[in-house]
């Protein structure tokens, strides 16, 4: 037995051809390879071939696995850009850990653009695509983002999440880590209440919520300067929509992107 576990050549024989030596080593692929592995070399499995003193068989020839990476979905609603910051930066704090992969992805918008316009809301970035509920599937984690409106979350994001009802049907989501990222008005304005209340949607899903508790240490006892974010995760303080999430308020939500990531490795080991 080779050490794919098929069958190998004898010794005594050279393959056909290179393409019969690339399936013996190819045998033994495997979905999200951890990499403890090295790639395995037909000169290694086929000692053969290297001193046959044909040129192609002695050239480097390795099969080499490319990894699967896990995806944790950054879904998120945001009016004038706010939540949309810290869905960047979290992203960025999702890539920042080895195996994973940040993808941004918006809620539909339920508003008119002649509303919107009204409103004074900015174009919004083509480059993060929507999302339909159907998607979330396809997740390894997902983070929620969304500003708030009167303590609970905006009902942009209520829409998608009634959109799920298929979904909780079927139980495609049970199981699958979750947290939230908020954006206040104001510091009375529901950072910790537009989170928690968001919970039942996750509840009635069966997902696992994670919130960050005080794991960003000194972080989270600032009080010299305004600060969003708590330990159900981050947030920013949009005031009269002019101020924009401060240093402190993006490297925390940088901190959930890793700590997010972090806890799917401890809860689902390669």
């Given amino acids: 037995m080779g050490k794919g576990g098929g069958c190998v050549p004898s010794k ?3 393959p056909s051809s290179i393409a019969d030596a690339d399936a013996d080593a190819t045998d033994d692929v495997r979905p999200r390879d951890t990499g403890t592995a090295p790639p395995i070399s037909i000169e290694e499995d086929h000692p053969q071939i290297a001193s046959s003193g044909n040129a192609t068989s002695e050239a480097s020839l390795s099969v080499s696995h490319p990894v699967e990476k896990l995806k944790i979905f950054i879904v998120f609603y945001s009016m004038y850009g ?3 910051s810290l869905a960047k930066r979290m ?3 999702v890539d920042g850990v080895d195996g994973f992969e940040g993808i941004l992805y918006r809620v539909p918008e339920t508003l008119p653009v002649e509303v919107l316009d009204q409103m004074k809301a900015p174009p919004k970035d083509p480059s993060i695509p929507e999302i339909s ?5 396809a997740a390894d984690a997902i983070l929620f983002g969304f500003p708030t409106r009167f303590g609970c979350m ?9 959109s ?3 979904l909780w049907k079927e139980q495609k989501l049970a199981g699958k880590p979750a947290g939230f990222f908020v954006s206040t008005g104001t510091q009375g304005g529901g950072q910790e209440t537009t989170a928690w209340t968001a919970i039942t949607q996750l509840a009635h899903h069966g997902m696992l919520f994670v919130p960050i508790g ?3 240490g000194a972080g989270m006892f600032t009080i010299d300067t ?3 974010g708590s330990p159900y995760g981050a947030g920013a303080f949009a005031g009269d929509g002019s101020r924009q999430p401060s240093e402190t308020e993006l490297a925390l939500a940088e901190h959930q992107g890793k700590y997010m990531a972090a806890t799917v490795k401890k809860l689902f080991p390669a």
């Avoid at 509920?133 to 599937?137: H, N, P, Q, S, Y």
């Fill in 214 to 216: 005080y794991t960003f």
């Fill in 154 to 162: 905006a009902a942009q994001m209520k829409a998608f999440f009634d």
């Fill in 91 to 93: 992203k960025k704090g």
């Fill in 226 to 228: 305004i600060r969003g």
């Fill in 133 to 137: 509920a159907a998607e979330l599937v």
């Fill in 164 to 166: 799920t009802g298929q």
């Fill in 82 to 84: 706010h939540v949309e």
């Fill in 12 to 14: 005594k024989k050279v």
